[in-house]
Structure formats: C-alpha cells, structure tokens
C-alpha cells in the first residue's frame, strides 16, 4: 500500500503542472498579439513620419511655401 500512495504523488505532480502550462501559454499568445499589434502601427505611422520628414525638409529648404506646407502638413496627419 505504500508504494501506491508515491504513484499518487506523482499524478498530482502533473496535475498542478498542466494549469501551469497553460496559464504559460495564455501570456505567451497574449504577448505575441500585444507585440504583433505593435508592429502593424510601426509599419502604419513609420511611412507618415518618413513623409513628414521629406515635407519638413522641403519645407526648409524653401521648396514650397508655407501654405502648401500647411495643407500638406494636415492631408499626412488625418
């Protein structure tokens, strides 16, 4: 009778691992959802901020007025 209350030790074992892992798994998905989120507005606003940049620089350079840089400005910012 000994012996079989080690075998149900080690059942319990596993039964408290399985909850364990699957809480693991719960934030893994969720960081990866977090993160892929993440990217998607990175690649959304990276290509405003890069024209921003080029109208700045136009800008600055006297390549175009004032009011065109206004109007501009406000179409890449909607």
């Given at each position: 009778m000994m012996g079989y209350g080690?075998?149900?030790?080690a059942f319990g074992w596993i039964?408290?691992?399985i909850p364990l892992a699957?809480?693991?798994?719960i934030i893994y998905a969720a960081i990866r959802l977090a993160n892929s989120g993440?990217?998607?507005n990175e690649e959304k606003?990276?290509?405003t901020?890069?024209?921003l940049e080029l109208?700045?620089?136009k800008f600055a350079n006297g390549e175009i007025s004032e009011e065109?840089?206004?109007r501009k400005k406000d179409l890449l910012r909607q």
């Open positions: 080690y075998g149900m030790m039964l408290m691992l699957l809480i693991g798994l993440i990217r998607k606003y990276g290509e901020n890069r024209a109208l700045n620089q065109e840089y206004k």
